[in-house]
């Protein structure tokens, strides 16, 4: 039972670059949710999802695009890197409804160049 | 934007001590849950209290919920060297479906 898996775990792209960071998890988790780490910001939610074709923006969302045909994925993907991207991202996923246990992914480590 | 912040940013004691943690809100809650990030790796779920709870344990934890000072304390008991990690307190708001993280508390536990 993998539970909640990120890849890749190491990304370097260049400025410009279109990037795609997926997400799986194996729970059937009705939610789903993207952070980014950063030094002094904490987490910060990008994107979420409540359930299948149902997606919403979170704090910063601003150059992150999100989708969610199947329950199990959250791919997200950065149309055009820029070096403010360089973070880790963290893939989540929930059983339930407001303020659930979330479970984490290990992280997906990206820098842009 | 609305979330908990805690406080201290960063602690560091003699394996053995006791060591708290505060966490303070500005709005209400549903429930608010504590979360354990080790280096280089994913969170972890410690323990939920709701707002109707003033106290939970769970082994060498405990966390107490002030809601009318908007606050929450994680406490843990003798420690040890594996609980060396960063401290996250996370709030849900009414009528809302994501949780907000604080910004968390680098605990380092000394030989």
């Known amino acids: 039972d993998a539970g909640i898996t990120q890849s890749p775990r190491y990304k370097i792209t260049e400025t410009g670059r279109q990037v795609t960071l997926m997400c799986h998890q194996t729970w059937s988790h009705s939610y789903m949710f993207w952070y980014r780490q950063d030094l002094g910001h904490g987490l910060r939610l990008i994107y979420y999802s409540a359930a299948a074709d149902i997606t919403d923006k979170g704090e910063v969302p601003d150059g992150y695009v999100v989708s969610r045909s199947k329950t199990e994925n959250f791919p997200l993907t950065l149309e055009s890197a820029t070096r403010s991207q360089t973070s880790v991202y963290f893939c989540?996923?929930?059983?339930?409804?407001?303020?659930?246990?979330?479970?984490f992914g290990p992280g997906t480590r990206l820098t842009v160049l | 934007s609305q979330q908990g912040e805690e406080d201290p940013q960063a602690l560091s004691i003699q394996e053995g001590e006791n060591a708290t943690m505060n966490c303070s809100y500005k709005t209400s809650i549903n429930n608010l849950q504590w979360y354990r990030q080790n280096s280089g790796r994913g969170l972890v779920h410690l323990i939920l209290i709701r707002s109707n709870e003033r106290e939970k344990h769970s082994g060498r934890l405990r966390v107490t919920l002030d809601t009318s000072k908007k606050s929450s304390s994680l406490l843990i008991t003798a420690s040890r060297a594996a609980d060396t990690a960063s401290y996250f307190c996370?709030?849900?708001?009414?009528?809302?479906?994501?949780?907000?993280f604080g910004k968390g508390t680098r605990l380092h536990i000394l030989p």
């Open positions: 989540a996923s929930s059983p339930g409804t407001e303020g659930d246990t979330q479970y």
């Open positions: 996370a709030t849900d708001y009414h009528r809302d479906d994501k949780i907000i």
